[in-house]
């Protein structure tokens, strides 16, 4: 169903919303149409990405990522809980059964992907982060060459000059409730953010039941003239109930249904993640610039399923150095970054079927283990401007990755332990763009690579997988950016094709139990396009619509699995089409509005396309104000509503679901139906 947004705006009641702001209303009116591209960007030379900020975060649900990053063409985030996000880009990462593979996540610069690649959105608050940058593909060589690209998160920046403290609070349905208070100091040489964050809702289903805390420090001071200072503290504590997913039938008759096997477990996740990073940053002179952090992390899981009782830590630690300078009139990067991780898990049984309905219970141990693991880049880019307009760069990345698993609950049996090094592999990428008076025209051609999981590296018994291989592809892509009618409409078009060999599958051999193979071959190609149109209908009343569209042509070229043969299928997990729409109203007295449409075509379910999830339509809408009660003293009302026309969807799906004993196939997380929340911000400026 497409509804037009003016059909919106007839039905949408009148609600407040703000954002805070030292500054007056007006002044701040014209920072908030400011385009993305004044956006600081951290890709290197010539390597196009695409970046969201704060703008785009306040026109969404506190607690709502996944539409925001959803906005970004090409990237995708099928979120099944507020625990449960996978982010694909440009169909890479579709196949996993959960959370977020094969790209690279950074955290103020630092590297937050673990040793078998895996990387964890929901550790961070939305309301801390001030942009969200991703590099689509394996072009961004000093972030790792990985096929998914890489996703840059960055925290809030201070005020210059400025002491605030800044408390937002939100309300909303499925009681839920968040809070974020932030204390922020900055003057000249050294500059300090506090925050402290808690969120806790019912959820929309049965044993959704999220609560959250957490705290995030972030420092900067000189040391002196060239040299200065970053300490990073984020800290997250949470505990979320989990409803996994339906089957069709569920889906239709009551979304809000739990799993009855997980809800008769009560089951539920508890994690506790630390990331703690120093970094020092030192001005050799105007033409050579240093950055080198260290850093740890240390996550504590506790997980018990219907089946068993996972328990597992993982401590992390690690360095990265990044150069940047120039040349003549050349510029160029070069750096290393070592991670290294030390991961235990054991597995228990779950008697919850024993446990008088009083949920999971743990029982004797079935597995022990341990996994030593190392993942080591090297990088280099140099960019070179043949003249005014036309400008190249060469990237190379090399990585080596070594995984050591130790069996400790069957040490006495032959293959209980076994080491996996990978050959280092050299990935080079070259990009060229040439300058026009309005916009560029760039090409890059880059090969990427992917590691297996851990669950793609064990066999059906809990051992290394000898034969499982690196995924490897070539991806070719070619775009524009445009800035027309005095820089009022921004346009981005790019299409591009990657081709994946020894693609991995994760086949399903029982109950959330997976084991790894290379099966062929995959290729992804599409088209993105990105419009943004800023305009003033008087001196009072501004119009931001904006459009994104992406077409995943993503087929399986080579796919043979035992007796079937998928070649030539469309890639499994991946819409076709998806279309995010929208439209921002600003007026100078502080009233706002933004209403925002979002088109997902319907999903292959199976590799055999035997299934698919339907296509769905969900608008949502946010209105408020914002005032100064005083020189010191800024307020901010908001209200909105998410999926206004109470579509039923699924907002992720689990592919190649099985029906165990019969039952139907369990394809679907249900996405929330219609909505209410609404906060207030409140901002003291010393």
Known sequence: MRVPFAFICLLFPVFLIAQISPKDSITRLEEVILTQESIPKKATGITVSSTISTQTFERFNPTDIPSAMNQISGVYILSGAINTNRITVRGIGA????????????????PVTN?????TIEAYDFENLGSVEVIKGPKGTSFGSNLGGAILLDTKPSVEDETQLLNSFSVGSYNMLKDNLTFSYSEKDFKLSLSYNHLETDGYRQNSQFNRDGILLNSQFKTGKKSSIAVLVNYIDYTAHIASSINQTDLEEDPTR????????????????????????????????????????NLDHYEPRPFNILDEYTNGFGL???????????QFTFG????????????????YQENNGNGSLQGDPLSTNKEFRRQF?????FTYPFNSKLSAQLGLNLNKTFYDFRDLFNQDENNASAERDFDAILLPNLGLNYQLENGKIYANISKGFSNPSLEETLTPDGIINPDVAQETGINYELGSEWFLFQKRLSTNVTVYRMDVKNLLVAQRVGEDQYIGRNAGKTRHQGLELDLQYRGKLSRTLILTPYFSYTLNDHNFVDFVDGDNDYSGNPLTGVPKHRLNSGLDVQHTNGLQLNLNHQFVDKIPLTDANSAYSDAFNVLHAKLGYRTSL????NVGLNAGINNIFDSNYAQSVLINAVGFGGAQPRYFYPGNGRNYFGGVKLNYVF
């Not at 539920?268 to 952090?293: C, D, I, P, W």
């Not at 290393?336 to 008697?351: A, V």
């Open 258 to 297: 739990a799993a009855s096997n997980w809800l008769a477990a009560q089951g539920y996740e508890a994690n506790k993640y630390l990331l703690t990073g120093l970094s020092h940053t030192y001005q050799f002179s105007e033409k050579l610039e240093n950055t080198t952090s260290i850093f740890y992390t």
């Open 630 to 633: 005083s020189q010191h003293i």
């Open 377 to 381: 880049n090297l990088f280099g880019t």
């Open 95 to 110: 196949r996993i059964p959960y959370g977020t593979n094969k790209l690279r996540m950074y955290f103020n610069g630092i």
């Open 336 to 351: 290393g970054e070592l991670y290294k991780d030390e991961y235990h898990w054991g597995t228990f049984e779950n008697l």
């Open 320 to 330: 990265r150095t990044h150069f940047a300078g120039n040349w003549g009139k050349s």
């Open 115 to 119: 040793g078998t690649g895996s990387s």
